[in-house]
């Protein structure tokens, strides 16, 4: 059974991670993702609010865009942020060890957002909006949302913000409590991304 299980999870992350010998061509715009790029979680409990960070992305990253949309009013994006599970730090060892407890990091070490389109490049946002449609990959489930990023230049790159309420039982877990229950976490977290993009050259 243990077997079963782990050939499944290797099977579902295939669709995640993308092939190593991406060959890039003239109908693809290749952007950067800084090591020092960031996620953000807000949350709420029945007495108090708290939030818990991952300060640095801690890797460079690509962002590839299709510039062939094909009569689409979206461009198709190549890209797969991981984030460990054991870099959030909400401020309070306990906290920390319990939403990573919640979020199942032994199984499930890292939180992967797919970022599968938009309606604007990177540097077309600047100033603006763009519209993308964005998988998140966490604790062995997957949702899609619909996200609006923020763009503006940003000491000569693109900083790049999305934010998005989700649910913890968008993802079938279950909100930590303490104390019996006394403390509860609501099932509601607002989840920002602040990526520092930079064209490659």
Request: hydrophobic share 45%; charged share 30%; no cysteine.
């Given at each position: 059974m243990q077997i079963l299980t782990l050939i499944l999870?290797?099977?579902?992350w295939l669709d995640y991670f993308p092939s190593a010998d991406i060959n890039y061509s003239a109908d693809q715009e290749v952007w950067l993702v800084s090591a020092s790029s960031s996620l953000r979680v807000d949350g709420k409990t029945n007495i108090n609010s708290f939030n818990c960070v991952v300060s640095s992305y801690g890797k460079i990253d690509t962002l590839i865009c299709d510039l062939n949309k094909s009569g689409l009013p979206y461009y198709k994006i190549n890209s797969i942020l991981e984030i460990p599970v054991v870099n959030f730090d909400c401020h309070h060892n306990i906290m920390t060890k319990d939403l990573q407890k919640t979020?199942?990091?032994?199984e499930y070490p890292s939180m992967l957002i797919d970022i599968k389109s938009l309606n604007k490049l990177p540097k077309e946002a600047?100033?603006?909006y763009s519209l993308g449609e964005v998988k998140i990959f966490l604790a062995g489930t997957n949702k899609t949302y619909s996200i609006?990023?923020?763009g503006k230049n940003y000491i000569n790159q693109i900083e790049f913000v999305g934010s998005k309420t989700i649910l913890f039982s968008d993802f079938g877990l279950k909100p930590p409590s303490k104390l019996g229950g006394a403390i509860k976490v609501k099932d509601e977290l607002d989840v920002e991304v602040r990526l520092y993009l930079?064209?490659?050259?």
């Open positions: 999870l290797i099977l579902s979020l199942k990091m032994k600047v100033g603006g609006q990023f923020s930079k064209r490659a050259d």
